[in-house]
């Protein structure tokens, strides 16, 4: 029994079993230029270091004399660009520098026997070589993780020279000396490195995967399983799902698998799922977003038909009869959860809703007129340009089917024609203004997304880009 449990549960916990929502890809290109940034972020906080003091034996001449190397900091040091590499076999990278020269100042202490000596020293360590490996992972709450899976440092040569105090003594030994001290450099840069992989793990572990996009919606962005690793990209699989904050509620349909092709010409891609952008819908709708309420304030002055029992007479004749004179308003409230359906170079949306009519008497009460259901289907483009996501929307049909009427008859089909000249002459000119205007594509802390393009998939939008590392002043 209790075998059969752990099994249970060692496979329920292996088990993911949900697609990624929205992937994310780094190229090649987007590693080397990744690097390129780090290599730079890296050779200006070299000039800051302090490195930790060295200490040991050695036996010169007099004997064994006790040294310690203290306050070494980096006079100069040229990084060459190193080689990055994606790391298949343990789903990471490998990175490789070589050929580092770099000068070193510091002071240095001696202790023989009682006799204690100081003074300073210049270094310079030639044909320094590194090469680490690190794998990613995903951790039990969908954070990503990184280790350390290999390191490894060389140095070729090492020179220095001592001043102050008895240096004199100490300088015609460093030949015999420098393996010694050669050997402690080495065996501290591994640790060192491996110190900085730990610190990076804990950054990620503390990130959020989840964010307030606004007071209705979080977006949850979990990895949905390992990153996956090959020879020309790294693929990380995030969940993508929209809720309401209040109900945290999942939609009542999944993420489809899509497979998003590689554009290894752009530093990144994004590929955002249908469910992503259909999750957002349902929890805007399941947050009682999608309603609203047509006065006749809203209906522009020039239009010829008004929101009043006389104006809408010609497509309910009883209307003007039975309640003659009285301003009326509609009750729009969406019925269904909208989704979009996406498809290569077009995006399609359903939208359900029922529209409530009512007569409003001097002293404010409703009455109610008739109920018709209104199901209108639009179509739209979505492109990326002067890096702004831009778009624009058609209405491709409508339909309406009276579902009752106090008020007899209601002539559909001359009302469906109002509806749709509504639709397209008042709603769609003021939404495609605001999509023309288009909304400014996200700007990381550091970076900047720039030459992006866009294209629309079966079920996925695939935006591909580079970026742009961006000189902030302040740290
Ligand atoms: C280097 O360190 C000093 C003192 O700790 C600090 O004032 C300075 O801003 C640092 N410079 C850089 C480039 O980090
Ligand atoms: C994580 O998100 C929560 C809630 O949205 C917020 O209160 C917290 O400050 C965030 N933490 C970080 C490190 O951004
Ligand atoms: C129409 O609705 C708007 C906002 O809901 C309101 O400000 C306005 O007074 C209403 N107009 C009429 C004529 O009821
Ligand atoms: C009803 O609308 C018509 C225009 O269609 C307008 O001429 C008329 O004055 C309006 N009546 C009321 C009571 O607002
Ligand atoms: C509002 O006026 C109508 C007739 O004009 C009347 O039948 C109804 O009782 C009134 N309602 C209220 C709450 O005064
Ligand atoms: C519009 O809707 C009607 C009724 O649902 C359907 O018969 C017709 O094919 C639709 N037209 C288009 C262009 O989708």
Redesign the pocket.
């Known amino acids: 029994m209790l075998p059969s449990v752990a099994v249970m549960l060692v496979l329920l916990s292996c088990t993911h079993g949900e697609n990624p929502a929205i992937q994310v890809i780094l190229t090649n290109k987007g590693l080397q230029h990744g690097m390129h940034a780090v290599t730079g972020l890296i050779q200006e906080q070299l000039k800051n270091i302090t490195f930790p003091d060295i200490s040991g034996r050695v036996n010169i001449l007099i004997g064994h004399v006790g040294y310690t190397l203290t306050g070494m900091t980096i006079t100069k040091c040229d990084l060459p660009e190193p080689t990055v590499k994606f790391f298949q076999e343990h789903t990471g990278f490998r990175a490789s520098i070589e050929g580092l020269n770099v000068a070193l100042t510091g002071n240095w202490l001696t202790q023989f026997g009682v006799i204690h000596d100081g003074g300073s020293f210049d270094m310079a360590i030639f044909n320094f070589a590194l090469t680490s490996a690190v794998g990613l992972g995903r951790d039990a709450r969908g954070h990503l993780s990184v280790t350390s899976v290999s390191c490894s440092a060389e140095i070729g040569d090492l020179d220095a020279k001592f001043y102050g105090g008895a240096s004199w003594i100490i300088q015609p030994f460093v030949d015999h000396f420098k393996g010694h001290i050669i050997g402690k450099i080495k065996s501290r840069v591994c640790p060192l490195l491996e110190e900085y992989i730990v610190m990076l793990e804990h950054h990620l572990q503390v990130m959020n995967v989840s964010f307030e996009v606004d007071q209705v919606l979080a977006l949850d962005l979990p990895l949905s399983g390992s990153p996956i690793v090959s020879a020309t990209s790294m693929n990380l699989g995030l969940k993508g799902e929209f809720y309401n904050i209040k109900t945290h509620e999942d939609p009542p349909f999944v993420a489809q698998p899509f497979i998003m092709p590689e554009y290894p010409d752009y530093m990144l891609s994004v590929g955002l799922s249908e469910f992503t952008l259909n999750s957002a819908l349902y929890g805007y709708f399941s947050a009682g977003k999608f309603q609203i309420l047509i006065n006749d304030s809203m209906i522009p002055p020039e239009s010829p038909v008004h929101l009043n029992t006389s104006s809408m007479g010609i497509f309910v004749p009883q209307l003007p009869k039975q309640f003659p004179d009285l301003l009326m308003d509609l009750q729009v409230y969406v019925t269904k959860a909208p989704k979009f359906s996406l498809q290569p170079g077009v995006v399609q949306l359903g939208v359900q809703t029922t529209v409530k009519a009512f007569a409003i008497e001097p002293n404010g009460t409703h009455i109610p007129l008739f109920t018709i259901n209104v199901n209108s ?1 639009f179509s739209g483009k979505v492109w990326i340009a002067g890096e702004r996501l831009r778009g624009s929307v058609m209405l ?2 409508v ?1 309406l089917t009276l579902v009752s009427s106090e008020v007899g008859t209601v002539k559909i089909a001359a009302l469906k024609n109002a509806v749709r000249v509504g639709i397209k002459a008042v709603v769609l000119p003021k939404v495609n203004e605001k999509l023309g205007e288009g909304i400014i594509l996200p700007r990381l802390r550091k970076a900047q997304l720039i030459n992006s393009v866009l294209k629309m998939e079966k079920r996925f939008i695939a935006i591909s880009s580079d970026a742009q590392i961006l000189q902030t002043e302040d740290d």
């Open positions: 289907m491709d049909n339909t």
